[in-house]
């Protein structure tokens, strides 16, 4: 390039972009997000279910969203419920095994909102019906 050279980067740079409009991936990462139940506070927020107040353990997932999890707690994949299995990778960020099967011996980690006393309230009262 020359020194008289006026066209711009190839690539705009971040701050290029108008906070308004979306990447293209974005909605789907969203979308994702919702389907899998990768709905916790982001940090500095505390790792807290907004549902029932419990401390959990908050992994980041590939897309930008965090999962609240059961702390502490590893199970047998098959036991958990499909599309409930997380797993983590050696750098700390998790994904969700969705309905594939369980590679044998495998472990996963149990997402809260399995165990969120809240929730299972919830399902309890929409079981009995209305009132
Ligand atoms: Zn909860």
Same mark, same amino acid.
């Given at each position: 390039? #020359?020194?008289?050279?006026? %066209?711009?980067?190839?690539?705009?740079?971040?701050?290029? @972009? @108008?906070?308004?409009?979306?990447?293209?991936? /974005?909605?789907? *990462?969203?979308?994702? %997000? @919702?389907?899998?139940? %990768? *709905?916790?506070?982001?940090?500095?927020?505390?790792?807290?279910?907004?549902?029932?107040?419990?401390?959990?353990?908050?992994?980041?997932?590939?897309?930008? %969203?965090?999962?609240?999890?059961?702390?502490?707690? @590893?199970?047998?994949?098959?036991?958990?419920?499909? #599309? =409930?299995?997380?797993? /983590? *990778?050696? *750098?700390?960020?998790?994904?969700? #095994?969705?309905?594939?099967?369980?590679?044998?011996?495998?472990?996963?980690?149990?997402? =809260?909102?399995?165990?969120?006393?809240?929730?299972?309230?919830? +399902?309890?009262? +929409?079981?009995?019906?209305?009132?």
């Amino acid at each position: 390039m #020359g020194e008289h050279d006026t %066209a711009g980067p190839l690539v705009p740079e971040r701050s290029a @972009r @108008r906070p308004s409009v979306q990447a293209p991936w /974005e909605a789907c *990462d969203r979308d994702q %997000a @919702r389907d899998e139940g %990768a *709905d916790a506070p982001a940090p500095p927020a505390p790792p807290v279910c907004p549902r029932c107040g419990r401390r959990c353990e908050r992994r980041p997932t590939y897309y930008g %969203a965090y999962v609240l999890l059961e702390p502490d707690i @590893r199970r047998p994949a098959h036991e958990v419920p499909v #599309g =409930h299995r997380w797993y /983590e *990778d050696s *750098d700390g960020r998790v994904w969700n #095994g969705n309905r594939a099967e369980p590679a044998p011996g495998a472990h996963c980690l149990v997402p =809260h909102r399995v165990a969120c006393p809240a929730l299972v309230l919830l +399902a309890h009262r +929409a079981e009995a019906g209305p009132d």
